[in-house]
């Protein structure tokens, strides 16, 4: 199971999906997962077969798609690579350079951010203006020949097959219509539902990071030059988690707002309600929520309403069912009621090695008599060797 990195920027292209985290690490995206790949980068672009980019000191950067980072004369504050691996970037000044092969060639120009990809080259300034760079189209191998202003207000852009997206100094997003090879400028802006900071497009597919660092993809479709777009899918591998279970009845966990989410394939799905701790059994799902209240699922069924007050539930295979409360009492369930144990602990486990727990100095106990995951109330703490906050 991987944690979802905090990403920024997310670069989709023929050669893959690739993102930035917070920290400036490096993702790519391999089987539904954000995996690490060597080195820190700011700014990210995959082309057709070479990945670009920039670190925080404005140093560029190139690598095939299975090579390492080799680094390229020129500083760059922002990139973009083609499907044809056409390459364009901006610098700390906002000069617009092209990628020439072997050295950059200045534009002029403006640009905080450029874009280049079937559309031609697209780019917005300081401003947020935005520009289409004529004689551009069909992803060519031109510096053009002026920068046609375009109407609209964008602060990010990336430029697709017949189509350019970007978002506004809002986040909210747009799609470019009616880009032809007759009429490479297009005919207007259609807003999209939902809310990006950043966003990039490749062939039928969109890419974006919102404002809490999450990743998100849609598809969209062209019929006689008509785009139809689909729903956003959330991409960021696992939400930020701050409890998580297995069991019989699967994967589950709740994140730092107490949303609660369950394991589908690659995908972590929200379900309804809100809960601050969860443990999964065989068919039987508990939880307790913000204001320590109870809460049981059987399997396909609803949350149900237990009676009583705890701030931490665990729940075995054999759904036997043991938790804390606030003043770290311990109990068990019975089916119907609960019986209280003796003795005090913060956090407590059931499960086929027994009944273990931590209190509030972090010393670890046994419930003697409950190996096996017995149907017990057990017959004693015995204090356990060592140090825990947690246990399981």
């Given amino acids: 199971m991987h944690q979802a990195p905090d990403l920024k920027l997310v670069s989709v292209g023929k050669g893959g999906v690739m993102a930035i985290g917070t920290d400036d690490s490096i993702y790519a995206r391999k089987n539904g997962n954000w995996e690490v790949v060597p080195g820190k980068l700011k700014v990210i672009s995959v082309g057709g ?10 140093n560029i950067y190139k690598k095939t798609l299975t090579g390492n980072w080799v680094q390229v004369a020129g500083k760059l504050k922002q990139i973009s ?6 390459v364009w970037g901006v610098n700390s000044g906002d000069n617009i350079y092209r990628w020439l092969g072997s050295s950059w060639q200045h534009i002029g120009g403006k640009l905080k951010c450029v874009s280049v990809g079937q559309a031609g080259v697209w780019g917005v300034n300081s401003g947020d203006n935005i520009y289409y760079r004529t004689g551009t189209y069909g992803d060519a191998n031109s510096a053009g020949s002026g920068w046609q202003l375009i109407g609209g207000k964008l602060k990010w852009i990336s430029s697709g097959r017949n189509i350019v997206w970007g978002v506004n100094s809002g986040n909210a997003i747009y799609f470019r219509y009616g880009i032809t090879a007759s009429n490479p400028a297009g005919t207007g802006w259609r807003r999209v539902g939902g809310s990006l900071s950043q966003i990039d497009t490749y062939g039928f597919s969109v890419w974006g990071v919102n404002t809490n660092k999450d990743s998100f993809s849609l598809t969209f479709k062209e019929n006689a030059g008509v785009q139809t777009t689909g729903s956003w899918v959330v991409r960021t ?3 930020r988690l701050k409890r998580v279970s297995m069991g019989g009845a699967g994967i589950w966990g709740v994140d730092n707002s107490n949303k609660i989410y369950y394991r589908k394939g690659d995908s972590w799905i929200n379900y309804n309600g809100l809960l601050k701790d969860i443990s999964v059994g065989k068919s039987q799902i508990w939880g307790v929520n913000s204001a320590n209240k109870i809460y049981r699922k059987i399997g396909s069924g609803n949350w149900g309403l237990i009676a009583g007050s705890l701030m931490q539930v665990s729940v075995s295979e054999n759904n036997r069912v ?3 409360n606030a003043g770290q009492n311990i109990y068990r369930w019975l089916g119907s009621s609960w019986q209280h144990i003796g003795g005090k602990l913060k956090c407590v486990s059931v499960g086929q090695a027994g009944v273990w727990g931590v209190n509030s100095g972090d010393y670890i106990y046994y419930r003697t008599g409950t190996y096996g995951d017995a149907n017990s109330a057990g017959s004693g703490w015995q204090l356990i060797s060592g140090k825990l906050k947690w246990i399981s």
Avoid: K, L, M, Y
């Fill in 237 to 239: 591998t696992a939400p």
């Fill in 322 to 324: 043991w938790g804390v």
């Fill in 81 to 86: 690579v083609s499907e044809n691996n056409r």
């Fill in 49 to 58: 077969t070479v990945i670009w980019g920039v670190n925080s000191a404005d």
